[in-house]
T-cell receptor, first 114, second 110 residues
């Protein structure tokens, strides 16, 4: 069983489209994250939810909207995609309450905007 | 939160050699974590060292922490081709936010 799974693995789309990436964790963790990794390998946090509540919201264009229907799921919806959105997006989870905060990552979604 | 800065950016060694990579950070921490990322994969947690610890071992990995110098090092002994990956440090200030840098790209050649 994959601990943190995200779909799709690859996403190729045209500029201006809207797309979603889904993430699910079966570790029972209370906190989930979205990261963006650029071509230089820089890994930047975008959002974090703790028990469905948004707790980290970095300087991210409001075209990006996270949604957490329950604490095991954190989806990322992106409107009006731009060329600069091309990157690998990683979902992660951790146990923050009475936990060490070790993060477990999904395999990534490689987004290519043409 | 704060970002760890890994050094060197890239490291190429022969199989069997030791690999050392360093991490520097700027403010006080509760712990520091190291992660590995294989090409095309997500990050995998390797080891966590608490601020009151100076050294920690896990298999072929040895991590040191010097809070007075705000630095950490990761040593991989007897490296293998399978150790080829990017290595990231993540200083933890007590909250749930980890800030990663660009990592050290390690290449282990046969």
């Amino acid at each position: 069983d994959t601990a943190v799974s995200q779909t799709p693995k690859y996403l190729v789309t045209q500029m201006g489209n809207d797309k979603s990436i889904k993430c699910e964790q079966n570790l029972g963790h209370d906190t989930m994250y979205w990261y963006k990794q650029d071509s230089k390998k820089f890994l930047k946090i975008m959002f974090s939810y703790n028990n469905k509540e948004l707790i980290i919201n970095e300087t991210v264009p409001n075209r990006f909207s996270p949604k957490s229907p329950d604490k095991a799921h954190l989806n990322l919806h992106i409107n009006s995609l731009e060329l600069g959105d091309s990157a690998v997006y990683f979902c992660a989870s951790s146990q923050q309450t009475r936990g060490l905060g070790i993060q477990y990552f999904g395999a990534g979604t490689r987004l290519s905007v043409l | 939160s704060q970002q760890g800065e890994e050094d060197p950016q890239a490291l190429s060694i022969q199989e069997g050699e030791n690999a050392t990579m360093n991490c520097s950070y700027k403010t006080s921490i509760n712990n520091l974590q190291w992660y590995r990322q294989n090409s095309g994969r997500g990050l995998v947690h390797l080891i966590l060292i608490r601020s009151n610890e100076r050294e920690k071992h896990s298999g072929r990995l040895r991590v040191t922490l010097d809070t007075s110098k705000k630095s950490s090092s990761l040593l991989i002994t007897a490296s293998r081709a399978a150790d080829t990956a990017s290595y990231f440090c993540a200083p933890g200030g007590g909250g749930n936010k980890l800030t990663f840098g660009t990592g050290t790209q390690l290449k282990v050649e046969l």
